[in-house]
């Protein structure tokens, strides 16, 4: 059982900058594939960005590319999500994923991940 724990949201000025991390609870770290994933209120939780278990290979979606950037550290079981010009469409619950059953295998779909964290808010005001 791999317990996922967020950090680093909190309420941020559209152009502004944030970055979450997610601190996996297995030494294992790099045998799972990671992504974050958000969901803002009245919307179905969507993909945001995924990341292989050695961090070599991404996928973003196309709203937040050339913005936001997934990257690990394996060595501390974590993996961050660097968000830059952020923007008010951006705000939601942001959480992080992982998936059990692959470390190179990259998913956009949730229910393709395994493990959740209970989530970090992201407010980006106007």
């Known amino acids: 059982q791999v317990q996922l724990v967020e950090s680093g949201g909190g309420l941020v000025q559209a152009g502004g900058s944030l970055r979450l991390s997610c601190a996996a609870s297995?030494?294992?770290?790099?045998?799972?594939?990671a992504g974050w994933f958000r969901q803002a209120p009245g919307n179905e939780r969507e993909f945001v960005a995924t990341i292989s278990g050695n961090g070599r290979t991404t996928i973003y979606v196309d709203s937040v590319k050339g913005r936001f950037t997934i990257s690990r550290d394996n060595g501390k079981s974590t993996v961050y999500l660097q968000m830059n010009s952020l923007k008010p469409e951006d705000t939601a619950v942001y959480y992080c994923?992982?998936?059990?059953?692959?470390?190179?295998?990259?998913?956009?779909?949730?229910?393709?991940?395994?493990?959740w964290g209970r989530g970090t808010q992201v407010t980006v005001s106007s």
């Open positions: 297995v030494r294992t770290f790099s045998r799972y594939v």
């Open positions: 994923a992982a998936d059990g059953d692959t470390s190179w295998l990259l998913s956009r779909r949730d229910q393709d991940y395994d493990y």
